[in-house]
Every structure is written in C-alpha cells, then in structure tokens.
C-alpha cells in the first residue's frame, strides 16, 4: 500500500527566503506526483504535476523535482511572499487515479 | 461556469438523519472521487467511479453510499449520519488516462451533532 509522507508538518519563514517542501513515497512504481495547494477554507488547487519520466517541472516561482528511485519529490518556491502562505500537499496516483496524499505542510511566510 | 461544484458548501445536521452531498463536474471526465479531510488523518478516498453505473469503495468507505446514473454527477448519502463523519468533504474528477490531473471542487463542511 503506497504511504505518501510529508515532513515538516509546519513551517514558518520570513519573507524572500527560499521555500523547500518535501515529500516521500513508499512505492516507486508511480505515474506521475501532484502538489496542490489549499487555502484555509477552500479546496485544492493543482499547482504542478511531474511525470514519472520528468526530474522537473516548473511553472513560474515554483519548481517541483522527483526522485523515483529514492521515493522523494521537492517542491521548491523561490522568494517566498505572504500571499504563499497556505497548505501544500502532495499526492501520488494508484490504479483508478484515485489520489493517495501527505499529511501536508502548512506554510506560513512572515512580511 | 465550468468546473467541478459542490453543494451545499455548509451544512449542519443530526445524528441519524440523511444527508446527501452533491457534486457536479462539466468536463464530462470519467472518473469522479469523494474524499474526506479530518485533522490528524489528512484526505481519505471514501468512494470513486469509473464511469456512469461503475463505482467502487476506497479507504473509508462505511456508512456512505454514492450513484452515478449520469456522467456529470455524483452524489454522496450518508445514509444514517453519526458524529465521526463530521468533517470536510472533497469531490474530484479526472480523465480516465492513467496518472492523469485531479481536479477538486470547493469542499463541502458538514457538522453532526
């Protein structure tokens, strides 16, 4: 059964540092890895998703590697800002695409 | 508005009544999902669909019961609410290509006391 595990549970810069989330995996044998973001209140939103064949992917402040072979994905956030303050989870699909997720790491950036 | 809606987006109710959560998606994807949320436990897969007329149980999967007689929809019953199913409530959808992006909808937060 795949355990997807996210550390730290928290995490608290201030503003302009460097952001790096991790998460783990205990099954390789994945398709692809999903970070999302979730607001307090609201649902998720995709931010990126890494192919199993990728190493990166990016999209702006955002920069996600995956590491198959040791069961790790990054996620990593250039020159944090408030507004990045939130709860990033990450997610891995089985057969069915049903979503196994971390327990995510709640963010909070300080002005 | 295209998308994945839920509703209600609130909903409070008593121990022992019926209650069903509904979820509508425009895409015409072929899967749909319902998750819960609960502190400590993170998101849980309750119920997936394959397809129209095709679901299957996930994680937690007691107490709920899901139809999916047409595409767009898939509604979630509790069929008899008690106070652990209190919690936040997600419905998904995504193409049925494996590995393909899940998209969420806004949650639904219902109360049983």
């Known amino acids: 059964k795949q355990e997807v595990t996210q550390i730290p549970a928290a995490l608290s810069v201030p503003e302009g540092e460097n952001l790096v989330l991790n998460c783990s995996f205990t099954d390789s044998a994945i398709y692809n890895l999903q970070w999302f973001r979730q607001d307090p209140g609201k649902g998720l939103t995709s931010l990126l998703l890494i192919q199993s064949s990728q190493r990166e992917q990016t999209s702006g402040r955002l920069n996600a590697s995956l590491d198959k072979s040791s069961g790790r994905s990054t996620l990593y956030i250039a020159a944090s800002q408030p507004g990045d303050s939130a709860t990033y989870l990450c997610?891995?699909?089985?057969?069915?695409?049903?979503?196994?997720f971390g327990g995510g790491t709640r963010v909070l950036v300080k002005p | 508005d295209a998308g994945i809606t839920q509703s209600p987006r609130y909903k409070i109710t008593e121990t022992g009544r019926q209650v069903t959560l509904m979820c509508h998606q425009t895409w015409s994807h072929s899967y749909m999902f319902w998750y819960r949320q609960d502190l400590g436990h993170g998101l849980r897969l309750i119920y997936y669909?394959?397809?129209?007329?095709?679901?299957d149980k996930g994680e937690v999967p007691d107490g709920y019961v899901v139809s999916r007689s047409k595409t767009e929809n898939f509604p979630l019953t509790l069929e008899s609410a008690t106070r652990s199913q209190t919690s936040v409530y997600f419905c998904?959808?995504?193409?049925?290509?494996?590995?393909?992006?899940?998209?969420f909808g806004q949650g639904t937060r219902l109360t049983v006391v």
């Open positions: 997610a891995v699909p089985a057969a069915g695409n049903k979503l196994t």
């Open positions: 998904a959808s995504s193409e049925s290509t494996a590995g393909d992006e899940g998209f």
């Open positions: 669909s394959a397809a129209a007329d095709i679901t």
